[in-house]
């Protein structure tokens, strides 16, 4: 098992950046393929961005191609999501997502261990 805890979020402007850490303890960190999802109220969470151990794969939703980075640090136990160009429907909660000894994967099922979240709020 990884606990995973992330931090980051707040409130920013429209057009603005924002750059989400999920810190790993626990298990090899490095074992571990990293998602972002996020989740609004009343509908399910949906992937953002994955990343594989040795970060040579890396997926991205539609949605936040060309304005969200996924990046991490094995030696920090750390994964990042870099979010610019910002936008109001980036307004939800955010949960970064740990996949043991296996690929990198877009499906919410796939992952096991989850943070609890971190709130952005994008104004306009």
């Known amino acids: 098992q990884v606990q995973l805890v992330e931090s980051g979020g707040g409130l920013v402007q429209a057009g603005g950046s924002l750059k989400l850490s999920c810190a790993a303890s626990?298990?090899?960190?490095?074992?571990?393929?990293m998602g972002w999802f996020r989740q609004a109220p009343g509908k399910e969470r949906e992937f953002v961005a994955g990343?594989?151990?040795?970060?040579?794969?890396?997926y991205y939703a539609d949605s936040v191609k060309g304005r969200f980075t996924i990046s991490r640090d094995n030696a920090k136990n750390t994964v990042y999501l870099q979010m610019n160009s910002l936008k109001p429907e980036d307004t939800v909660v955010y949960y970064c997502?740990?996949?043991?000894?296996?690929?990198?994967?877009?499906?919410?099922?796939?992952?096991?261990?989850w943070g609890q979240g971190t709130q952005v709020t994008v104004s306009s």
């Open positions: 626990g298990r090899t960190f490095s074992r571990y393929a």
């Open positions: 990343i594989s151990w040795g970060a040579v794969v890396t």
């Open positions: 997502a740990g996949r043991w000894n296996m690929g990198v994967s877009k499906l919410r099922n796939d992952y096991e261990n």
